[in-house]
Structure formats: C-alpha cells, structure tokens
C-alpha cells in the first residue's frame, strides 16, 4: 500500500517501476483500516519511501491471524467501491 492519495500512474510506478496504461487504484484511510481491526504501519523501503504494511487483526491469542477469505472480504471492504482509471487522453 502507499502512503497518501496518489493517482493510478503514480502507484503503478511507485509499485512496479514502470508506466502501465490502464492501471487502477482503490483509496481508503488507515484509520478505515484500523477500525475494522487491521494494523497500519508505515514502512519505507529504499525504492518506496511511501510504503506501507498492512497486518491482519489480531486474534484472542494476540497473533496475527490467517489472511483467509473473511480477512480478504473485512480488508476489501474498507476501499472505494469505485476504482479511480488513469485517465490516458
């Protein structure tokens, strides 16, 4: 994930190094994130100097639990529902 709004082009680049027409980007907040129990870090690399890690909730144990599908849905659910195209005209 990236820290801050940044447009569709600019996350592919920042993510893949490269231009990729046509690339996509969702948008949420990490306070979103962190009411629905993930945990939010922000972790530079040296080539993404606005990465960010994003954990699971914990579990009763206070272990991280497993990324399986009711995780995926929680996370998905805290984006847009519209994904933002990069406009290309």
Known sequence: MILGE??????????????????????TAAGRLR?????VV??????????????P??????EYADWGDQVAIRFNACFTEEEKEQDTT
């Open 35 to 39: 009411e629905e129990g993930f945990t």
């Open 57 to 62: 909730p914990l579990t009763s144990a206070g």
């Open 6 to 27: 940044v447009d569709a082009l600019a996350a592919a680049v920042l993510v893949t190094r490269y231009i990729a027409p046509g690339a996509i980007a969702r948008v």
């Open 42 to 55: 922000h972790s530079p690399t040296k080539t993404n100097r606005l990465h960010v890690s994003v954990y």
